[in-house]
T-cell receptor, first 111, second 113 residues
Framework: QKEVEQNSGPLSVPEGAIASLNCTYS??????FFWYRQYSGKSPELIMS????GDKEDGRFTAQLNKASQYVSLLIRDSQPSDSATYLC???????????FGTGTQLKVEL | EAGVVQSPRYKIIEKKQPVAFWCNPI?????LYWYLQNLGQGPELLIR????????DSQLPKDRFSAERLKGVDSTLKIQPAELGDSAVYLC???????????FGNGTRLTVT
């Protein structure tokens, strides 16, 4: 089992819809969870960080964490074509706080 | 604030040649990371520094890869000799601490021919 798992996609949603991106992780003692957005040919950029169970909202983005079920999700409301990118889930795992990335989910927002 | 600066942006070398990448982290960031990213994959950690100490280098192929972070600021990553399979994007990132968000540089795209 991979430490951090994501569906590679592509996930296609129409403009204005809600995009839901999911991530599961294997290390129960993980403490920090991050979502990064990566445009093609560019470096990852931080979208959201979440550290405790529940929801965290920032503009059109909402991160959801459920430590009991070991999943973290990212919701993007009112999706725009500019949201089309690969979204990487990252989780600190292991006693040394190693940050591990998933393979990313490609999101396509269609006009 | 200035971001993480990496150079060069692109590098093309022949196999068996050496290559070096340089990274200047965000000022005040004690933790520095080197990641490797292959096409269609997430970044994979090569080495993590806390100040000048390498605290996690378990994924660094030590037979050909080396890294240093003198004075706990800038860092260099070296490959000698390079192999065809080393072609990838090498990302440097920095953070305030191990549980803090990472900030990435623009990366160096290495092509080994």
């Amino acid at each position: 089992q991979k430490e951090v798992e994501q569906n590679s996609g592509p996930l296609s949603v129409p403009e204005g819809a809600i995009a839901s991106l999911n991530c599961t992780y294997s290390d129960r003692v993980s403490q920090s969870f991050f979502w990064y957005r990566q445009y093609s040919g560019k470096s990852p950029e931080l979208i959201m960080s979440i550290y405790s169970n529940g929801d965290k909202e920032d503009g059109r983005f909402t991160a959801q964490l459920n430590k009991a079920s070991q999943y973290v999700s990212l919701l993007i409301r009112d999706s725009q074509p500019s949201d089309s990118a690969t979204y990487l889930c990252a989780v600190t795992a292991g006693g040394g706080n190693k940050l591990t990335f998933g393979t990313g989910t490609q999101l396509k927002v269609e006009l | 604030e200035a971001g993480v600066v990496q150079s060069p942006r692109y590098k093309i070398i022949e196999k068996k040649q050496p290559v070096a990448f340089w990274c200047n982290p965000i000022s005040g960031h004690n933790t520095l990371y080197w990641y490797l990213q292959n096409l269609g994959q997430g970044p994979e950690l090569l080495i993590r520094y806390e100040n000048e100490e390498a605290v996690d280098d378990s994924q660094l192929p030590k037979d050909r890869f080396s890294a240093e972070r003198l004075k706990g600021v800038d860092s260099t990553l070296k490959i000698q000799p390079a192999e065809l399979g080393d072609s990838a994007v090498y990302l440097c990132a920095s953070s305030l601490g191990s549980n803090s968000p990472l900030h990435f540089g623009n990366g160096t795209r290495l092509t080994v021919t």
